[in-house]
């Protein structure tokens, strides 16, 4: 594996994307007067049916004594709009192959989208997670407000102290947890990470979404699913420190660790299917402004969808069945 390579300041970098992927993009995340967010608003953008999570002071009374069937108003969010972003900054970010870390593809990512939004005064904030979360970014709009984050993004988290027999890991539910206490007004939320934590972010997730408008943008490498011919090896875990020295020339080591990562990768699919959030993927060889027109069409979708998927997938409907000529 290439060694990694160093973080672009964010100055210099924020300059590159205003150049390379910020101009194409100003005007598509959002319009002049409208957001492709829906929820809190004055301006009535849909009607679908209830569900059960839905807050009972949108139901349409009209509509709903019309068909029988409990209704909701959507609304067009007000063009003022909150953005936060979750981050996850812990040891496995830090880690990618090509020398591109997902901690660099994240800080774009989040450079970009950032300035997209505080460009039309919109105000953007963050709480940041390393060992635990240790910075809130307070909502604020401007340039100077998105090179803050970025800095603070590169900047090293401060140590934690750890008891002589315990390692703690990521605990991801920690900052879906702080999120739930600190974002005061309903918001466009980006969860950053790559979800490698210790088990229970999935019922924090949920509840999240449940409020808010929820973009689970999840980083990857490709090195984490398929391990390479590497002879005798030393791996350590980047957060616990915990190493194990391994055959990677074993074809059936390499098997089995292949085997191992499809059933994490299906696990995690699943639990972020089920949580009502979008789901974004991020892996470290791919193309940003690609990745930004897909979450674009994403959100696109999801404005011209009558029954959003921002619920989680037990409680959807399932749609009807319907037949073909022949």
Same mark, same amino acid.
């Given at each position: 594996?290439?060694?990694?390579?160093?973080?672009?300041?964010?100055?210099?970098?924020?300059?590159?994307?205003?150049?390379?992927?910020?101009?194409?993009?100003?005007?598509?995340?959002?319009?002049?007067?409208?957001?492709?967010?829906?929820?809190?608003?004055?301006?009535?953008?849909?009607?679908?049916?209830?569900?059960?999570?839905?807050?009972?002071?949108?139901?349409?009374?009209?509509?709903?004594?019309?068909?029988?069937?409990?209704?909701?108003?959507?609304?067009?969010?007000?063009?003022?709009?909150?953005?936060?972003?979750?981050?996850?900054?812990?040891?496995?970010?830090?880690?990618?192959?090509?020398?591109?870390?997902?901690?660099?593809?994240?800080?774009?990512?989040?450079?970009?989208?950032?300035?997209?939004?505080?460009?039309?005064?919109?105000?953007?904030?963050?709480?940041?997670?390393?060992?635990?979360?240790?910075?809130?970014?307070?909502?604020?709009?401007?340039?100077?407000?998105?090179?803050?984050?970025?800095?603070?993004?590169?900047?090293?988290?401060?140590?934690?102290?750890?008891?002589?027999?315990?390692?703690?890991?990521?605990?991801?539910?920690?900052?879906?947890?702080?999120?739930?206490?600190?974002?005061?007004?309903?918001?466009?939320?980006?969860?950053?990470?790559?979800?490698?934590?210790?088990?229970?972010?999935?019922?924090?997730?949920?509840?999240?979404?449940?409020?808010?408008?929820?973009?689970?943008?999840?980083?990857?490498?490709? /090195?984490?699913?398929? !391990?390479?011919?590497? @002879?005798?090896?030393? $791996?350590?875990? %980047?957060?616990?420190?915990?190493? &194990?020295? *391994?055959?990677?020339?074993?074809?059936?080591?390499?098997?089995?660790?292949?085997?191992?990562?499809?059933?994490?990768?299906?696990? /995690?699919?699943?639990? !972020?299917?089920?949580? @009502?959030?979008?789901? $974004?993927?991020? %892996?470290?060889?791919?193309?940003? &402004?690609? *990745?930004?027109?897909?979450?674009?069409?994403?959100?696109?979708?999801?404005?011209?969808?009558?029954?959003?998927?921002?619920?989680?997938?037990?409680?959807?409907?399932?749609?009807?069945?319907?037949?073909?000529?022949?």
């Amino acid at each position: 594996m290439a060694e990694a390579a160093a973080l672009t300041p964010p100055d210099q970098l924020l300059r590159q994307l205003e150049f390379t992927v910020i101009r194409k993009l100003d005007g598509l995340l959002q319009g002049d007067y409208r957001t492709l967010w829906r929820g809190a608003g004055v301006d009535l953008a849909d009607l679908r049916e209830y569900q059960a999570h839905d807050d009972v002071r949108h139901i349409d009374w009209n509509v709903t004594a019309r068909v029988q069937t409990p209704h909701v108003r959507q609304f067009h969010e007000d063009r003022d709009m909150n953005a936060w972003f979750l981050l996850d900054l812990s040891g496995s970010v830090d880690f990618g192959s090509a020398g591109v870390t997902k901690l660099a593809v994240a800080t774009r990512f989040v450079a970009a989208l950032a300035r997209v939004i505080t460009r039309h005064g919109n105000r953007v904030g963050a709480l940041l997670y390393g060992q635990r979360v240790h910075g809130v970014l307070p909502a604020r709009t401007g340039r100077l407000h998105v090179l803050e984050l970025l800095q603070r993004m590169q900047a090293p988290a401060p140590a934690t102290p750890k008891a002589a027999d315990e390692t703690r890991g990521t605990r991801l539910a920690e900052l879906l947890h702080a999120a739930e206490g600190s974002i005061p007004r309903r918001s466009v939320v980006f969860v950053v990470s790559d979800f490698i934590s210790q088990p229970g972010w999935a019922p924090a997730l949920g509840r999240l979404a449940r409020r808010h408008d929820v973009v689970a943008v999840r980083l990857w490498d490709p /090195l984490e699913m398929d !391990l390479p011919d590497a @002879g005798l090896v030393t $791996l350590q875990d %980047a957060e616990t420190g915990e190493q &194990l020295f *391994v055959d990677a020339s074993s074809p059936a080591f390499r098997a089995r660790y292949a085997e191992l990562a499809e059933e994490q990768e299906a696990a /995690l699919r699943t639990q !972020l299917a089920t949580s @009502g959030a979008d789901v $974004l993927e991020l %892996a470290t060889d791919d193309d940003l &402004l690609d *990745v930004l027109m897909r979450f674009a069409d994403l959100r696109k979708q999801r404005a011209r969808l009558k029954t959003p998927r921002r619920f989680p997938a037990t409680l959807q409907r399932a749609a009807p069945l319907t037949e073909t000529a022949t």
